[in-house]
């Protein structure tokens, strides 16, 4: 059959619509492609028989789709509730994250304070570590004070057992790393005194040391007041002004042995002097009162040298006078010194009771001990007045 002509086409009644072309698109005639008769489809490999493969294989309009059953309805009813459900469900998940970081997010003034203030008082064990290091233990001391100071506020519980029921207390966790930390503060406190007990007993054997060197510059007064310096060193390394201390002296053993390796200098000296003594008299009259100025009965020493002074008249005793009333004055303010560290003793807080009684016993016979021998009118005035002033117990 001839191909139908453009009009026979266009006059062409359009075909029925069956369901399954529902879904077709509708195409524009391509001008160039040449139309078949009554409406044959094209040929395979045409491009408008591609576009209607295409077409057709698209999903087909819900118009012409089966009603849903009741089943059907109902879950998808199912599904759209659960939905709801679990959109619900996330809101309040949400909300409850907000106002979970809200309430345990926040900070609370309080812990903000302890932990600040244990900051610093670790800053101050820092720095009490270096100091004690350093040999600085005015500076430990300082930092000890400071420590304590910066920790024994409300929010720590004041660095004491924390009361979990106290309002101004940060938290049990803050107060008892407050309390270990006032603890480890108070430790300090040996460590500080041995430090400065240290510094002082190496200072006071550098002066007597260096008194050694000076041994032939001394007068025979200075001499005899360095040989005491020695002695009282020997028995009390750390404080010789205020007395024996036997525990002092078993702490610091090496600084005793380099003093005593030296006392044999100023014996030698002593007797070099003597040795220069052309008079008789004079060195048994100096013999004689180094005797009894040992023992402390200077009244008598000078009662024996007027006796010397008597008998001969042309010697020169000035200087054995001048030794006596020296050694004498010495003396006493030593016996002030060791009465007045016993009487800290007694006077000291928590001491227990006997040893109070001892400190106060020893500073009763040291004071009777200067009124019964020492004879000088002056200084025994004193002694009894020191003494009218002790307790009775």
């Known amino acids: 059959m001839p191909p139908s002509s453009r009009r026979t086409a266009a006059t062409r009644p359009a075909p029925r619509r069956?369901?399954?072309s529902e879904g077709l698109e509708a195409k524009v005639p391509d001008p160039h492609e040449e139309l078949l008769d009554d409406g044959a489809a094209p040929a395979a490999n045409t491009r408008?028989?591609?576009?209607?493969?295409?077409?057709?294989?698209?999903?087909?309009?819900?118009r012409g789709s089966r009603p849903l059953t009741a089943a059907e309805q109902e879950q998808k009813k199912a599904n759209f509730r659960w939905g709801m459900k679990v959109a619900v469900l996330l809101v309040l998940l949400i909300v409850a994250g907000a106002a979970a970081f809200w309430f345990f997010g926040k900070e609370d003034p309080r812990q903000r304070i302890a932990a600040a203030a244990l900051a610093d008082g670790k800053a101050y064990v820092e720095i009490i570590d270096q100091a004690l290091k350093n040999r600085q233990p005015d500076r430990a001391r300082s930092a000890v004070s400071a420590g304590k100071k910066a920790i024994e506020i409300p929010a720590l519980g004041n660095a004491t057992a924390p009361d979990p029921k106290d309002p101004n207390l940060a938290g049990v966790a803050y107060g008892l790393n407050a309390v270990e930390l006032e603890q480890k503060l108070n430790g300090y406190s040996e460590q500080i005194?041995?430090?400065e007990r240290d510094i002082k007993a190496a200072s006071s054997k550098q002066r007597v040391i260096d008194g050694f060197g000076k041994l032939l510059e001394y007068s025979?007064?200075?001499l005899d007041k360095f040989t005491k310096q020695v002695t009282d060193f020997l028995a009390n390394p750390v404080e010789p002004e205020a007395g024996p201390r036997p525990d002092y002296a078993a702490d610091y053993p090496g600084l005793i042995i380099d003093v005593q390796t030296q006392v044999a200098k100023i014996d030698a000296e002593?007797?070099?002097?003597?040795?220069?003594?052309?008079?008789?008299q004079e060195e048994k009259a100096h013999g004689e009162a180094e005797v009894l100025v040992k023992s402390e009965r200077f009244k008598d020493a000078l009662d024996?040298?007027?006796?010397y002074t008597k008998k001969f008249e042309k010697a020169d005793f000035a200087s054995i006078r001048t030794y006596i009333t020296d050694s004498a004055t010495l003396s006493w303010n030593q016996a002030k010194a060791r009465v007045a560290s016993l009487m800290v003793d007694y006077n000291a807080p928590g001491t227990a009771p006997p040893v109070a009684a001892a400190a106060l016993a020893a500073a009763r016979k040291r004071l009777g001990e200067v009124i019964e021998r020492f004879g000088v009118e002056t200084i025994v005035t004193e002694a009894k007045d020191a003494l009218g002033k002790l307790p009775d117990k």
């Open 48 to 62: 408008s028989s591609r576009r209607l493969t295409a077409t057709s294989a698209k999903v087909p309009s819900t």
């Open 304 to 307: 024996k040298l007027d006796e």
């Open 220 to 222: 025979d007064e200075d």
């Open 270 to 280: 002593k007797a070099r002097r003597k040795d220069a003594v052309t008079k008789d």
């Open 18 to 20: 069956s369901p399954v």
């Open 193 to 195: 005194a041995k430090l």
